[in-house]
């Protein structure tokens, strides 16, 4: 597929996020929306997976270490045919298996069931770990939130990984800048977080979030990369593709009421 493709379906997966949310009630639209490229990315390109058969021997694997933000899996899920579009209006509600956080219970393509931030990564090193000790050639990605990086079991899951010299294992950084209590510097800051994690033994790439040549780029080069776990660090827009949600830390956990929603779906091309 060309990259305007690739634009395509993340336009589609951002008016999923916004739908589910707003129907919802609740939820995370801007971490969501931050991460959407990098998501469609992953799956509609970079993992090898199968809709079809999502206990595939020897798939590729994503976790989604920042689980509020589960809209955007969902989302680029059902864009992938795991399940219908239409079960995203059901997100949170009563009966539904689209829970606020991801469970792997209950959705098929959903690797690990998360929320408690740190964790995700975590569990990552150790599928990493035993893919190489069963030599099965999946490898293994994950998401994690850039206030996340301020959860101390993120550094011990990090000093593991590199260690072990996990090459099948790569981390995206969602660096939008902001989280729930506003901007990351004034919160906690984690920077120099390249210098942090070389020093950890990780490849470091750092790119545009929402350029898919280079996220692209970068899942070349992290493949390429041997001996060494890659982190890549996507610099990002908190609710990127809806003009009244980006940059804006009060969309964190926020849904937008209908004319917010419609405006919203509007500006993404989508249909109400």
């Not at 997976?49 to 989302?75: C, T, W």
């Not at 995203?88 to 009563?94: A, E, M, Q």
Request: net charge negative; hydrophobic share 40%; with cysteine.
């Amino acid at each position: 597929m060309e990259t305007k493709q690739y634009q395509e379906i993340a336009a589609r997966v951002r008016v999923g996020i916004v739908k589910a949310v707003h129907s919802a009630g609740s939820g995370h639209p801007g971490g969501s929306l931050s991460a959407a490229d990098i998501v469609t990315a992953l799956y509609f390109r970079e993992m090898n997976i199968d809709p079809e058969n999502p206990k595939m021997e020897g798939r590729d694997k994503f976790v989604l270490s920042k689980g509020h933000a589960a809209p955007v899996q969902y989302a680029a899920l059902a864009e992938r045919g795991y399940f219908p579009k239409e079960e995203l209006l059901t997100l949170r509600k009563l009966g539904s298996h689209l829970q606020g956080h991801p469970n792997r219970d209950k959705v098929p393509g959903i690797e690990m069931s998360t929320g408690s931030l740190g964790q995700g990564f975590s569990v990552c090193v150790g599928m990493a770990l035993a893919n190489k000790l069963d030599q099965d050639p999946g490898r293994i990605y994950t998401l994690i939130g850039d206030g996340e990086l301020q959860e101390g079991l993120i550094w011990e899951a990090a000093m593991a990984a590199g260690h072990y010299k996990l090459d099948n294992l790569c981390a995206i950084i969602d660096w939008n800048g902001l989280q729930i209590d506003g901007n990351n510097d004034d919160v906690m800051t984690v920077k120099p977080i390249d210098e942090k994690l070389k020093a950890f033994g990780f490849n470091v790439l750092v790119i545009d979030g929402h350029n898919f040549e280079e996220i692209f780029a970068a899942f070349d080069a992290a493949r390429a990369c041997k001996g060494k776990p890659t982190a890549i660090i996507a610099k990002t827009h908190k609710g990127h593709g809806v003009s009244f949600m980006e940059d804006q830390a009060g969309w964190h956990g926020k849904a937008p009421n209908e004319e917010q929603a419609r405006q919203a779906v509007e500006e993404l091309g989508g249909e109400w």
